[in-house]
């Protein structure tokens, strides 16, 4: 069976690839026509009856019926093809573009922006108690060159608060490092496999739910497709393209799609986030894959926050030795503005404080994903919202709180958030790091016994 799936998608991908190089203009379908020449009545007639795989197929021309509906600002036809149907918006025309980049207008480009009522850079509908676990490795330590004066700064709750020995920050960011690397080698990952099962999956605090993940891509697969299955509706517009999207990412391996997927609003966002290793462990499977798309330079997430948890920032700006982790993904913009237009939309609570995050990566971060269009490596926009620039921020990636900046005038907060990262290493460090910690750890348990 997925010898036949696979064999579908290259079919496919064969076929679009022959009508790009050689399109047949003025050939094409009546739905497309129909999409073309503005015909909203015959469009709601066919569309009912339209398998979803030709609603989008491009067609001998060279082009999608969302491309021609777009182009020739026919606004209703392409309310009804993406609001309504969930058409494809990321493929390409003979000429290369997206839909999206076909649209003259800025109505018509709103169309393809997230909905008004939909705000997933700051979605605090979800139960999700902490973006952020803080970690500490001298609690008695201050600095206090920071802007912000205020001395409420709260002590994190202990359940996301994790205490270091000195220097043991460095041997965490390697620790991470060594993993990494062990998951980008076939060999790696064999030796990480073997590793967890005979010493480290007790020992390094591995659950057995992590050890699946590790040790089975149908286990990985099985757990994307549970949350697919059990939270977006059969009667969602974009559940099949939800399906689409998956079903690339399990027979391709291709990440992209499912980052595409992450990024709809769709109940699939939110149920992965909360359960973040569902996407955590193919994130970092696939790192190496994503290496042109490591992000570098500046990025903003605009949020709200509680007072407790704006001086939990402050106790961590305070206390110098302390960094900041992401407990799942956060997305951020290149954009500042796009960021100030979140933190503006409305919160479950009227009690919180606008804030805006600028985290800086100084160098290329494996962890911070580019999932705009990157024209020095002819890479496609992979996020569903081309015109929020998003930076995605994965889990582990570690920061450290250098300013926290009150502003009356507009009743906000900036936080600034230096990036930590790890020297790289190769897989023959990776395990040399990993004996030295299961040598630690059998050592450990000797003078306690």
Avoid at 236 to 244: A, K, N, T
Avoid at 312 to 320: G, H, I, T, V
Wanted: charged fraction near 30%.
């Amino acid at each position: 069976m997925e010898a036949k799936v696979k064999s579908w998608f290259k079919k496919k991908h064969n076929g679009q690839q022959r009508i790009l190089e050689d399109p047949h203009k003025g050939e094409a379908s009546e739905f497309y026509f129909a999409c073309r020449n503005g015909d909203i009545d015959k469009v709601k007639q066919m569309l009912p009856i339209i398998p979803y795989h030709q609603l989008n197929q491009l067609e001998p021309n060279g082009s999608t019926a969302l491309h021609a509906a777009t182009y020739f600002g026919h606004l209703d036809i392409v309310r009804l093809l993406l609001h309504e149907y969930g058409s494809q918006r990321h493929l390409r025309n003979r000429h290369g573009f997206t839909a999206y980049e076909e649209a003259e207008t800025d109505e018509m480009r709103q169309l393809y922006h997230r909905p008004s009522g939909e705000n997933r850079f700051n979605d605090d509908s979800m139960v999700i108690k902490e973006a952020f676990e803080i970690i500490s490795l001298a609690t008695n330590k201050t600095e206090t060159d920071g802007s912000d004066d205020d001395d409420n700064a709260k002590k994190p709750d202990e359940r996301y608060f994790i205490s270091y020995e000195k220097n043991e920050m460095q041997m965490c960011l390697d620790g991470l490092s060594g993993v990494k690397a062990l998951f980008q080698s076939p060999v790696g990952r064999s030796i990480m496999k073997n590793g967890m099962k005979l010493k480290l999956c007790k020992g390094a605090g591995y659950s057995d739910e992590e050890y699946k993940y590790v040790t089975s891509k149908k286990y990985r697969h099985d757990a994307l497709k549970k949350v697919l299955d059990e939270h977006v509706p059969t009667n969602h517009p974009d559940y099949q393209q939800c399906c689409e999207l998956l079903k690339e990412y399990i027979q391709q391996g291709t990440i992209e799609s499912l980052f595409t997927l992450y990024t709809m609003d769709t109940p699939f966002y939110r149920q992965s986030s909360m359960l973040s290793n569902t996407l955590g462990f193919p994130f970092f499977f696939h790192l190496a894959d994503l290496k042109q798309r490591y992000y570098q330079g500046y990025s903003y997430r605009g949020t709200r926050l509680t007072r407790d948890k704006l001086n939990e920032y402050r106790w961590a700006l305070k206390n110098k030795d302390s960094i900041l982790s992401p407990l799942t993904f956060a997305s951020t913009s290149m954009v500042r503005d796009v960021a100030e237009d979140f933190a503006d939309k409305p919160s479950s609570s009227s009690d919180k404080i606008r804030t805006i995050f600028i985290y800086h990566f100084p160098q290329p971060c494996d962890t911070a994903i580019n999932l705009s269009e990157i024209p020095e490596y002819k890479l496609p926009c992979i996020s569903f919202f081309k015109n929020e620039q998003e930076i995605l921020v994965g889990p582990r990636t570690y920061f450290k709180v250098t300013k926290i900046e009150p502003d009356q005038c507009k009743e906000q907060y900036t936080i600034y958030l230096e990036n930590l990262c790890g020297e790289q290493k190769t897989v023959l460090q990776a395990i040399k790091i990993l004996l030295g910690d299961d040598m630690k750890n059998k050592t450990s348990k000797k003078l306690r016994d």
